[in-house]
C-alpha cells in the first residue's frame, strides 16, 4: 500500500485534514536475488594466520613466567597437566596457577605431585626420583637349600634362589652353613629393578680327625650326631665338643676336646673298659638313703652301676630304723636285686598330764590315756594330748634309743588358752605401748561422807569391773598428738611452756581427744568406738574394740584399788604432805603462777612436765595423780546416797551436757583436789587437762549387753 495526502479544500474553511490510504497493486518480482557472504582469499590467509600465530605468541610471552626443571636423573620424562603451557627446549612456560606434574624415568618410581607456578618472571623446580629396588643372586659352593643368606643380619632367602625388593645403598651380605665358615661381605645394592650376582665359595669348619679303639667296632657321637664306626677319620666341626664311644658290653666312654677348623690330627687309641654290674636296691620302708663305698647315692629304690668283680661296701639307714650293712660284688654287665627290710629303732617316750583321764595319740592315733611311757621308732612323731572343754597340747618328739625321754603336759582350758596367745602389750601408729589388764575386781567407787575434802559429787558406787582392756601407762604427748592435728599448740602459762614434745598435750577438748583415738583406730584398722557424723561426735559403739578414752570405772580401778590395802586417798598413799618425787603437783615452783599451793613440797616443774618422770603406781601407770587431769569416756552424772545395784563394767550416762575430769595436776595444791576421788567436769580446754588412751580387747559377751 501507498500512502497519499489529499489537497485542501480551499472552500471549506473549518474542515480538518484528512490522510487517505489506497492499495497499490501487488506485482511479483522478476526473479530472487541471492545474498553474498565474505570469505578471505588465499592471499589474505597467508597474512592474517601467520599475524594471528604471531600475536598468540606474544600474548603468551607477555603473560607466562618462564619455568625450568631440574631432575634425578636429567633424563627424566616430564609431563604437564591443568593449562595452557609451551616448552621450549629446556624451558617452559607456563601462567601462574596449579598443574598436575608427572616425572617417569625407567628403573625409578613414577612421581606425580602438583605443581604451583608463582608470579615471578623466572622460577626453577627440582625433583629426585627414588629407585626401584634391587635384586640379587647368591651362588655358593656347596650349595643347596642349607646355605641361608642374610642382608643386614635378616633373614633373605638361599644360595641360587633370586632375592628381590632389596634397597639401594650398602648391605652386608652373610652366607652361613652349618658345617661351613660364615661368610661375609659388604655389598652396594645399585637398584633401579637391576640384577646382581655374587659368588661365594665357603671354607670347611670342621677338622678331620682320625678315632681308633680297643676293641674296634666302637660307635662315635659328637653332639648327639652318628658319625661312625670306630676305627676312621671323622669331620668333626671345629670348638669344643663332646665325644662319645659305645660298644655293647662296655662301659660308655666320653671326653671334651677342641678343635680348629681345616686342621687334620689323630687321637691316641682309647681302651674301653668293661661295662658294670647292675644292682637294683630297694628296702622296707622305702625312703632309706644309700652310701656306697662312703659316697652317697641317693634314696631307695634306686639302680647302682657297679665295677665288676670288686667288693664293694653298701650302707642303708632311714631315720627311725637301724642302719643295715651289705657287702655286695657283680660280673660284668649282668643285674642282680636287693631287698632290704629295715629294723625299727626304738626310743622311750614318758608323758605325764594334769589330768588323769586326758588322751594320748601318736601321729593321729590314739594311744590310750596320756600318763604312760610308749616305745616309739627314732623319727619324728606328731604327739598330741587331749581332753574336752581344754586347748589340745601339741608337740613333735624325736625318741632316742637308749634314752627315756620325759614330755611333762599341763593343759589349760579354752579360755585359758585364748588368753595365752592375746598379746600382753601393743603398739599404736604414734608408737605408744598400751598394757593389757583383766581385772576381776569389785570395789566402792566415791568417797564417804567423813572423808576430808570430799565433795557433794562423789557418791559411793557398787562398781564389778571384768572385761579386759588395754591402757597406756603414759599420757598422751604433744609429740603423739601432733602427728594427728599438725597445727595444734599446747601454748604456754605467763611463758612457760607447755609444748615440748614428752609433755602431755593439753589445751584440747574432750572431741579432739575422742577424734584421736579414732585416728589410730583407723590406722590400726580397728572398728571406731566413737561415732562421728559430719566432723562431730554423736556417740559410741560399746562392742568396738577401737581406742577410747578410759571409763571413769577404770581410772578408779588403776588408781585407788589395791588387792589387799584397799582405796588409796592419795597418789602416794594416805597423808599429807606428798612424799619427796611422788609427782607434779601445786608446789613452791609454780608459786608465782598459782594462789594455793602445797608449801612444804617442791617437785621442781611449775607447770607440766615430761611424762613418766616420777614413778608409777602400784599397776604401772604414770601420772595417774598430777601432772595433768584426764578427760573420762563417760558423760558427767551425780547419783544418790549409795547405789544399792553393783554396776557391771559401766560407761556412764547416755547423754550429757559435760564430761568427766579425773585426777588432780600441776595446777592443784589443796586437799580437795589431791584427792584420787576428786571428781571434776567439763567441756573446754584447760592448760593443765590432758589424756590417755586404752580400748577393750574384744566385743562385749552376750550376756553383759
Known amino acids: 500500500m501507498t500512502q497519499r495526502e489529499t489537497p485542501p479544500d480551499n472552500n471549506s474553511q473549518a474542515a480538518p485534514q484528512t490522510e487517505i490510504i489506497e492499495p497499490t497493486p501487488f506485482a511479483p518480482s522478476a526473479g530472487t536475488q541471492q545474498q553474498k557472504r565474505w570469505r578471505p582469499s588465499r592471499r589474505q590467509l597467508a597474512i592474517g594466520v601467520p599475524l594471528a600465530v604471531g600475536l598468540m605468541v606474544v600474548v603468551l610471552l607477555m603473560l607466562s613466567r618462564s619455568v625450568t626443571f631440574v631432575t634425578l636423573p636429567a633424563n627424566t620424562h616430564i609431563q604437564l597437566a591443568g593449562g595452557l603451557h609451551l616448552q621450549l627446549a629446556n624451558t617452559w612456560l607456563l601462567f601462574p596457577g596449579d598443574y598436575q606434574i608427572t616425572l617417569q624415568s625407567e628403573g625409578y618410581y613414577d612421581l606425580e605431585q602438583t605443581l604451583t607456578v608463582g608470579r615471578d618472571a623466572e622460577q626453577q623446580f627440582r625433583y629426585e626420583l627414588e629407585k626401584l629396588p634391587g635384586r640379587l643372586l ?91 664306626v670306630t676305627p676312621g677319620k671323622f669331620e668333626i666341626l671345629q670348638g669344643e665338643q663332646q665325644l662319645m664311644l659305645a660298644l655293647e658290653g662296655y662301659k660308655i666312654w666320653q671326653d671334651m676336646f677342641e678343635f680348629k677348623a681345616g686342621e687334620s690330627l689323630a687321637l691316641p687309641t682309647i681302651t674301653l673298659q668293661k661295662a658294670d654290674g647292675k644292682l637294683s636296691l630297694s628296702t622296707q620302708p622305702a625312703g632309706a638313703s644309700v652310701t656306697l663305698n662312703g659316697n652317697f647315692l641317693g634314696q631307695t629304690p634306686l639302680d647302682i652301676a657297679l665295677v665288676p668283680k670288686t667288693p664293694h661296701t653298701l650302707k642303708v639307714f632311714k631315720e627311725g630304723y637301724e642302719e643295715a650293712s651289705r657287702q655286695v660284688s657283680i660280673e660284668s654287665g649282668s643285674e642282680k636285686s636287693l631287698n632290704l627290710k629295715l629294723t625299727p629303732a626304738l626310743g622311750k617316750v614318758h608323758i605325764t598330764a594334769n589330768f588323769d583321764d586326758a588322751e594320748l595319740y601318736v601321729d593321729g592315733r590314739l594311744f590310750g590315756r596320756a600318763n604312760q611311757t610308749v616305745s616309739l621308732p627314732a623319727r619324728p612323731h606328731a604327739l598330741s594330748v587331749k581332753k574336752q572343754g581344754y586347748e589340745t597340747f601339741e608337740a613333735e618328739v624325736t625318741p632316742k634309743p637308749l634314752l627315756t ?256 575430769i579425773r585426777g588432780s595436776s600441776w595446777a592443784h595444791g589443796g586437799i580437795t583436789e589431791l584427792r584420787l576421788a576428786y571428781r571434776d567436769y567439763g567441756d573446754s580446754k584447760r592448760p593443765d587437762l590432758g589424756f590417755r588412751i586404752a580400748r577393750f580387747v574384744e566385743p562385749r559377751k552376750q550376756e553383759d549387753k
Not at 159 to 184: C, M, N, S, W, Y
Not at 439 to 464: H, V
Not at 625 to 648: C, M, P, Q, S
Open 138 to 228: 647368591v651362588t655358593s659352593q656347596p650349595t643347596g637349600p642349607d646355605v641361608e643368606i642374610l642382608i643386614d643380619d635378616q633373614p633373605a632367602g638361599f644360595a641360587g634362589q633370586e632375592i628381590g625388593d632389596i634397597p639401594p645403598g650398602l648391605h652386608t651380605i652373610k652366607v652361613l652353613h652349618p658345617r661351613h665358615l660364615p661368610f661375609e661381605q659388604n655389598l652396594a645394592i645399585t637398584g633401579k629393578d637391576e640384577l646382581q650376582t655374587l659368588a661365594v665359595t665357603l671354607s670347611p669348619a670342621w677338622a678331620e680327625v682320625a678315632v681308633t679303639t680297643e676293641p674296634a667296632g666302637a660307635t662315635l657321637q659328637v653332639g648327639g650326631d652318628t658319625l661312625g
Open 405 to 660: 625321754q620325759k614330755i611333762n603336759v599341763r593343759l589349760r582350758t579354752l579360755d585359758q588358752a585364748k588368753w595365752d596367745k592375746i598379746p600382753k602389750q601393743i603398739r599404736t601408729a604414734t608408737g605408744q605401748i598400751l598394757t593389757l589388764f583383766r581385772p576381776n575386781a569389785q570395789f566402792n567407787m566415791g568417797s564417804s561422807r567423813r572423808e576430808q575434802g570430799r565433795r557433794s559429787n562423789e557418791n559411793l558406787r557398787q562398781i564389778s569391773l571384768s572385761r579386759a582392756f588395754y591402757v597406756s601407762p603414759l599420757l598422751v604427748t604433744n609429740a603423739d598428738f601432733v602427728k594427728f592435728e599438725r597445727f595444734h599448740s599446747s601454748n604456754h602459762v605467763k611463758g612457760n611452756s607447755l609444748f615440748s614434745e614428752q609433755q602431755p598435750v593439753v589445751n584440747i577438748t574432750w572431741a579432739q581427744a575422742a577424734k584421736f583415738c579414732n585416728w589410730l583406730s583407723e590406722n590400726a584398722k580397728l572398728p571406731p568406738f566413737y561415732i562421728e557424723e559430719k566432723g562431730a561426735i554423736t556417740g559410741f559403739n560399746p562392742d568396738a574394740t577401737g581406742f577410747r578414752l578410759l571409763t571413769e570405772a577404770e581410772w578408779s580401778w588403776l588408781a585407788r584399788v589395791q588387792d589387799k590395802q584397799g582405796n588409796k586417798k592419795y597418789p602416794w598413799g594416805d597423808q599429807l604432805p606428798p612424799t619427796p618425787n611422788s609427782g607434779n603437783y601445786g608446789d613452791r615452783s609454780a608459786a608465782q603462777l598459782l594462789g594455793l599451793i602445797l608449801l612444804d613440797y617442791n617437785d621442781g616443774y611449775p607447770v607440766t612436765s615430761p611424762v613418766g618422770k616420777f614413778p608409777p603406781n602400784e599397776k604401772g601407770m604414770y601420772d595417774i595423780g598430777g601432772n595433768a587431769a584426764e578427760w573420762i569416756h563417760d558423760f558427767y552424772g551425780v547419783g544418790t546416797g549409795l547405789a544399792l545395784k553393783t554396776e557391771r563394767d559401766p560407761l556412764g550416762p547416755a547423754t550429757g551436757d559435760y564430761h568427766v
